[in-house]
């Protein structure tokens, strides 16, 4: 299924019943990303996943920004008319639940968000480094989008008012002092460090993922 939001065909897909549930895929993927997950996760919630601008069988865009998917995101909300669906976000689809949560908390039930960064220096120098000469020599705009956003400030995460359940690989890509800084900003949250675990390695089609989306919901619920 498809809507559109100011020219821009986002599409996404719906499966199961109960309490809605939006989960957001990282760069450079697509919801399929979910397909394992979503299957065992539909038997509780209605889960609606959505490919982001650029990405699946969304339309493309010749520029990548992290506020348009934001607010694409907050589009798909208000139009499917969802009350206050609990997000998860894998990387990029974490930092877009984060900017949600900051600027429209009235969307959200709560976050849950898997190895997301507030900028670029969020990510181990190696990587870091990685994306830049990606973007300098590759026209495929989701390399500038990683090596020149996000930009979320210590003040955008205290502004977070609903609850937010954070992961993050013991091997992860982004760096666990900067993973800790999050989670130490924003008032209602919890950080898990998952042991052997890397940036990825629980979520790509991965049923991992849906224990911790649980655990996730159990602790948002419980405040």
Known sequence: MKLERKGMKLFYKKEGSGPPLILLHGNGESHHIFDRAAKALARDWTVWR???RGHGKSG??????YQDMAEDTAHLIQSLELKRPLLYGFSD????GLLIASQMPELLSGLIVSGAN???RGMKTRYRWLFKLLAL???NPKYPLMAEEPDIRRTDLQ???IPVYLTA????????PHTKFIAENIKNSRLQILEGENHSSYVMDSEKLVPLIKEGAAYIWSL
Do not use: Y
């Open 159 to 161: 502004k977070i008012r």
């Open 169 to 176: 690989g013991e091997k992860d890509m982004i760096r666990e």
């Open 50 to 52: 959505m490919d982001t």
């Open 93 to 96: 689809g974490g930092i877009i």
């Open 60 to 65: 493309r865009a010749e520029e990548l920004h």
């Open 137 to 139: 020599f590759s026209r």
């Open 118 to 120: 507030l900028q670029p």
